[in-house]
């Protein structure tokens, strides 16, 4: 009987586990799901948390609940992978061999690296930091606020955008809009990096009266002196800072075989299996894929990885197995009670409508029903 190890209980990992029970007979395989965490979050619900227009901890799901019975669940952090022995240790110091792992472990925030940034800085990227942020959002009583992304890559990639739309909406609910001055930054030329999306948010923010800094790289917060510093040599003063931590993958990851120096790992980007070490795939925020880190990102991968699993536990040819084509779907929330929808692959481009009533209503409906369908595999 082979052994499937599945790192990480979020959407990528929770869909691969259960795609692969049902799939195989327990005579087949055994599926280990390892989680860090008993509880399996959906991360963008923050965004509206931030404003209390959410509580977090509705937000939260059982792991267990939303795994097949047949996975064997598994909590506890992974601290090493051997990839020469096939197997992870588990920081109870238990060492379990895999045949087949899946990588699925997201993205660390590290405001570390940014001098100054954990002290002076929020964000709405972990429930502790969207506490945080909820309080002083609800203290600000006007002033300057400055909102940008503080390293490339990082998690949900419009969230920002998002944010800065509600924000505005927020603000004006309190009539505190006409007292402050929103900055938004973002590291390259444009607001988004993807040009389409990029040509649709801009001139809403104008709209909005958000000021625009782009190539705007963090470099360090001075926070007695209240100033966002950038590589290029700018200065930003803020009475509000709310920036995006950098993000890297899992720490045990770091520099191994499989991952380069920040923890991301290397896949070939239509099979998601790691070069060089056959039956070792990775997803979702883990994976180093030119799209976007995000659950509807894994949502499309997981079929693909769990497909050849299935396929190499029986035997069966790789020609024919599904592949990942870059398939990304999201909603962007522009305020004012609208959204649109961006669907897009490798070869595709998105290309946004006009935001409307129905995508905002849409993605306020998604939110409540995700956990009951997307990890569980129901769609």
């Known amino acids: 009987?082979?052994?499937?190890?599945?790192?990480?209980?979020?959407?990528?990992?929770?869909?691969?586990?259960?795609?692969?029970?049902?799939?195989?007979?327990?005579?087949?395989a055994q599926v280990v799901l390892i989680s860090a965490t008993p509880r399996h979050m959906y991360q963008p619900g923050w965004l509206y948390a931030a404003f209390g227009w959410q509580d977090p901890r509705a937000l939260t799901c059982d792991l267990r609940r939303l795994l097949d019975r047949k996975v064997r669940l598994e909590i506890a952090p992974v601290t090493g992978l051997d990839t020469e022995s096939r197997s992870v240790t588990l920081a109870d110091g238990r060492r379990i061999e895999y045949d087949f792992l899946v990588i699925?472990?997201?993205?660390?925030?590290?405001?570390?690296?940014?001098?100054?940034?954990?002290?002076?800085g929020h964000h709405f990227y972990s429930e502790t930091a969207v506490c945080a942020l909820r309080q002083a959002l609800g203290d600000f009583t006007g002033g300057?606020?400055?909102?940008?992304?503080?390293?490339?890559?990082?998690?949900?990639?419009?969230?920002?955008?998002?944010?800065?739309?509600?924000?505005?909406?927020?603000?004006?609910?309190?009539?505190?809009?006409?007292?402050?001055?929103?900055?938004?930054?973002?590291?390259?030329?444009?607001?988004?990096?993807?040009?389409?999306?990029?040509?649709?948010?801009?001139?809403?923010?104008?709209?909005?009266?958000?000021?625009?800094?782009?190539?705007?790289?963090?470099?360090?917060?001075?926070?007695?002196?209240?100033?966002?510093?950038?590589?290029?040599?700018a200065e930003l003063p803020f009475d509000l800072l709310v920036m995006v931590p950098p993000h890297r993958g899992a720490r045990f990851l770091a520099g191994s075989s499989v991952a380069d120096v920040d923890g991301w790992v290397k896949v070939d980007r239509h099979t998601l299996e790691a070069p060089g070490h056959p039956g070792v795939f990775a997803l979702g925020d883990a994976a180093d894929l030119p799209v976007s880190k995000a659950g509807s990102a894994a949502h499309y991968q997981a079929p693909v990885v769990a497909s050849r699993i299935v396929a190499a536990i029986r035997g069966g040819e790789s020609n024919s197995l599904p592949r990942y084509e870059g398939k990304v779907i999201c909603f962007l929330e522009t305020g004012q009670r609208r959204a649109t929808f961006l669907a897009f692959d490798y070869e595709h481009p998105p290309r946004p409508a006009r935001p409307n009533l129905l995508r905002h209503y849409q993605k306020l409906a998604f939110n409540r029903v995700y956990c009951s369908l997307v990890p569980t595999g129901r769609i």
Do not use: H, W
Request: charged share 25%; hydrophobic share 45%; glycine share 8%.
């Open 104 to 120: 699925a472990t997201g993205a660390r925030l590290v405001p570390e690296e940014v001098p100054g940034l954990a002290e002076a």
């Open 144 to 233: 300057r606020i400055v909102v940008g992304v503080g390293g490339l890559p990082y998690k949900c990639p419009v969230a920002p955008l998002e944010f800065t739309f509600l924000l505005a909406d927020y603000l004006a609910s309190r009539k505190v809009l006409a007292d402050t001055e929103i900055t938004y930054t973002y590291p390259i030329d444009r607001v988004f990096p993807i040009a389409s999306v990029a040509e649709l948010a801009r001139p809403l923010l104008e709209e909005r009266g958000v000021r625009v800094e782009t190539f705007f790289n963090l470099e360090a917060v001075d926070p007695d002196r209240r100033l966002a510093l950038s590589m290029e040599g």
């Open 1 to 28: 009987m082979q052994r499937v190890l599945v790192l990480g209980g979020g959407t990528g990992g929770a869909l691969v586990a259960n795609l692969l029970v049902r799939r195989l007979n327990p005579a087949e």
